[in-house]
């Protein structure tokens, strides 16, 4: 899991691309606490070959479900 | 195809820049000082000015700042996203905002007024934008390499409100009493009326807060993510002052002679906006990006703004403000100060977390 709440664009989105360049995981749930961040990461992951499922967790914070298409 | 999914998703982004391209013309045409309808770090300064932080130069409290903070605020509350946060290392961005500043006006202009000059004829303007890039560039190794200011904390909602309420309490005493100085020449006493500037500045803050519009995040993403909805924002608001010019028959002077509220030295054009860029990126974002990221209840780029109101008042207090003569002796130590902090804080910020 990869905790990006309460950092400031673009660190959810380096943060994500690190992980997902290091291990390639077939899953990958990343926290955001901004619906900047949740686009960001979205729009990211969708292009790296992720499927992404989204929560909407309490204080406008969102859980990302990634994972890997095929 | 591709292009329409592009257009598709990105056509609040460009409508974004259209507008404000456009709201710089106007606002120009209507009284603003010229190929300034729209500087943050210039407007900062006026306003550092009107509450006397600063006495030598333009002092005027600029309504189109308190404008796109309160419209950033007000659109934040319609859409559920205004969060009180703050204390992702608040005392590093009160310096960077400083710093950020002092390029700014050393150059002589934000990165939005940057481009409003570029769109005017102004070819200064364009070796201000490869520094502005080349600092962006410097600061996306670092993001690279793990660059963070730490994380930000949930705050409680007066935290959150205490900027955008302060500032929009110190417009109302401007307006309503003679407490504040204005300029009666020069820059600071060019102005456009102030219930149009204030709805300009309402409009733009609201529609910078949807799209999340950012000078600094254009190049930034399309570096990094080839991601690039927000450089072409960027490019609407280019388009949109050029075109805005050629219809109020301004005429397009491509030169770097006799610039409105300009100088033409190469060096500390550049080396001035790459201070900027490289900041802006620590930052996360333009000093636009920062006024309404504070009207949204984020008290880390509300210490920054006030960190470039401080910069701004140093500026004059200190005569490191450039004028159209160009730079000053101790402008050109401040700009060699600011890169020497912005490399440590990057240094020692690389494993932010």
């Given at each position: 899991m990869l905790d990006a709440r309460g950092l400031a664009c673009p660190i959810p989105v380096i943060r994500t691309q690190q992980a997902i360049q290091e291990a390639s995981p077939e899953s990958l749930e990343v926290l955001v606490d901004n619906r900047p961040a949740k686009e960001n990461v979205t729009r990211f992951a969708t292009r790296a070959g992720y499927s992404v499922s989204v929560t909407a967790l309490e204080d406008g914070e969102f859980a990302l479900l990634l994972t890997k298409n095929g | 195809m591709k292009k329409d999914n592009f257009l598709r998703s990105n056509w609040l982004l460009i409508l974004c820049g259209l507008v404000i391209?456009?709201?710089?013309?106007?606002?120009?045409?209507?009284?603003?000082?010229?190929?300034?309808?729209?500087?943050?770090?210039?407007?900062?300064?006026?306003?550092?000015?009107?509450?006397?932080?600063?006495?030598?130069?333009?002092?005027?409290?600029?309504?189109?700042?308190?404008?796109?903070?309160?419209?950033?605020?007000?659109?934040?509350?319609?859409?559920?996203?205004?969060?009180?946060?703050?204390?992702?290392?608040?005392?590093?961005?009160?310096?960077?905002?400083?710093?950020?500043?002092?390029?700014?006006?050393?150059?002589?202009?934000?990165?939005?007024?940057m481009i409003i000059r570029i769109g005017s004829g102004d070819l200064n303007a364009v070796i201000g934008l490869v520094g502005f890039i080349v600092g962006i560039l410097v600061g996306v190794v670092f993001l690279k390499k793990g660059f963070s200011l730490k994380r930000a904390y949930k705050q409680s909602v007066t935290e959150g409100l205490a900027f955008p309420a302060a500032f929009l309490?110190?417009?109302?005493?401007?307006?309503?009493?003679?407490?504040?100085?204005?300029?009666?020449?020069?820059?600071?006493?060019?102005?456009?009326?102030?219930?149009?500037?204030?709805?300009?500045?309402?409009?733009?803050g609201a529609l910078a807060q949807r799209s999340r519009l950012c000078m600094a995040g254009g190049i930034r993403d399309a570096v990094m993510f080839?991601?690039?909805?927000?450089?072409?924002?960027?490019?609407?608001?280019?388009?949109?002052?050029?075109?805005?010019?050629?219809?109020?028959?301004?005429?397009?002077?491509?030169?770097?002679?006799?610039?409105?509220?300009?100088?033409?030295?190469?060096?500390?054009?550049?080396?001035?906006?790459?201070?900027?860029?490289?900041?802006?990126?620590?930052?996360?974002?333009?000093?636009?990006?920062?006024?309404?990221?504070?009207?949204?209840?984020?008290?880390?780029?509300?210490?920054?703004?006030?960190?470039?109101?401080?910069?701004?008042?140093?500026?004059?207090?200190?005569n490191l403000a450039s004028s159209v003569k160009?730079?000053?002796?101790?402008?050109?130590?401040?700009?060699?100060?600011?890169?020497?902090?912005?490399?440590f804080v990057s240094f020692t910020n690389r494993k932010g977390d």
């Open positions: - | 391209g456009a709201a710089a013309v106007v606002l120009g045409y209507h009284g603003n000082p010229g190929n300034m309808g729209f500087c943050v770090a210039c407007f900062l300064r006026d306003i550092a000015g009107s509450l006397r932080l600063q006495t030598t130069g333009p002092q005027y409290f600029r309504p189109e700042i308190v404008g796109i903070v309160v419209g950033a605020c007000i659109m934040a509350f319609a859409g559920k996203e205004f969060k009180a946060k703050g204390g992702s290392s608040p005392v590093t961005r009160f310096f960077l905002g400083v710093f950020v500043a002092i390029g700014a006006l050393v150059f002589l202009g934000c990165p939005l007024r309490v110190l417009f109302i005493l401007s307006v309503a009493t003679g407490l504040f100085s204005q300029s009666e020449s020069g820059p600071g006493s060019m102005a456009a009326a102030i219930p149009l500037a204030l709805v300009v500045g309402l409009i733009v080839k991601s690039f909805g927000l450089i072409a924002a960027f490019g609407a608001i280019l388009v949109a002052v050029l075109a805005g010019n050629l219809l109020l028959g301004n005429g397009l002077h491509f030169s770097f002679d006799n610039q409105p509220i300009a100088h033409k030295d190469f060096l500390w054009n550049f080396l001035s906006m790459l201070l900027v860029g490289w900041g802006c990126i620590l930052l996360g974002g333009c000093p636009l990006r920062q006024l309404v990221l504070a009207g949204e209840g984020n008290g880390d780029s509300a210490i920054t703004v006030i960190g470039m109101l401080a910069g701004a008042a140093l500026s004059h207090g200190f160009g730079p000053t002796h101790y402008g050109k130590i401040a700009v060699i100060a600011g890169l020497v902090v912005v490399a």
